[in-house]
């Protein structure tokens, strides 16, 4: 508590935690602490504020589950300040799905989303995949498409994102390419594409019933007959 009062994040954030939850009894003492939310949230606000990101990732989904805009938008930037690059993804969703107390923006999801894409670039290809930098692009795509009628950009982000084997990004090239929709029909185009989602390594593409789906297209159009 001496540390905390002083000003020491660390036993900020510990005493936040301790309070968050029912402390057991510290050996050879018989202080306790009990859970008391109005004592954390104050001591996670001292430890957030001398840059914890962990108080701060406490806060902002706190606020969040309290649909508290404002608190928690104030909490997510903080983290984005210190290159948490998970918070722009929450952010991005929320006001993609105008969720938790978020009106829904295309727009501000987008610019999240960008940022988010933008500060994972330098990531390992392994990295990209944890931090689901593929599925934004494929959610950026999206965006341009169904909310902003620029197939142009939707292309582009779903070739980046298939290039780094995300299945349904693979999908939708082989789709659009398929039925001429937004640039020259190609059946070449659509056989290498569609080729490459039936192989791609993701459990996603093992799927039965996408397998099923994917082939009766194939055999439909004839597809072999173009690669």
Do not use: C
Not at 8 to 28: C, G, H, I, T
Not at 51 to 66: F, K, M, P, V, W
Request: hydrophobic residues 35%.
């Amino acid at each position: 508590l001496s540390l905390a009062e002083k000003g020491d994040s660390k036993a900020q954030e510990k005493l936040s935690n301790m309070y968050r939850f029912v402390s057991p009894k510290m050996e050879n003492s018989s202080w306790k602490l009990e859970g008391d939310i109005d004592k954390h949230l104050f001591w996670a606000k001292k430890a957030g504020e001398n840059g914890s990101l962990d108080s701060q990732n406490t806060l902002a989904y706190h606020y969040l589950r309290e649909r508290d805009k404002t608190n928690a938008l104030y909490w997510f930037n903080k983290l984005i300040d210190q290159g948490d690059t998970w918070a722009l993804f929450k952010l991005g969703r929320v006001y993609e799905d105008g969720s938790d107390g978020f009106l829904k923006s295309p727009k501000k999801a987008l610019n999240y989303y960008l940022m988010h894409i933008d500060r994972t670039s330098h990531l390992s290809i392994e990295e990209q995949i944890l931090a689901n930098r593929r599925g934004l692009m494929n959610d950026v795509a999206s965006i341009y498409e169904n909310h902003f009628d620029q197939l142009d950009k939707a292309f582009y982000w779903n070739k980046k994102a298939a290039n780094m084997d995300y299945y349904w990004s693979q999908r939708w090239l082989g789709e659009k390419y398929l039925n001429g929709e937004g640039v020259t029909k190609s059946l070449k185009d659509a056989a290498y594409w569609y080729r490459r989602a039936y192989d791609n390594p993701s459990e996603t593409a093992k799927d039965e019933s996408l397998r099923y789906d994917l082939k009766q297209t194939w055999e439909k159009h004839e597809l072999w007959k173009y690669e």
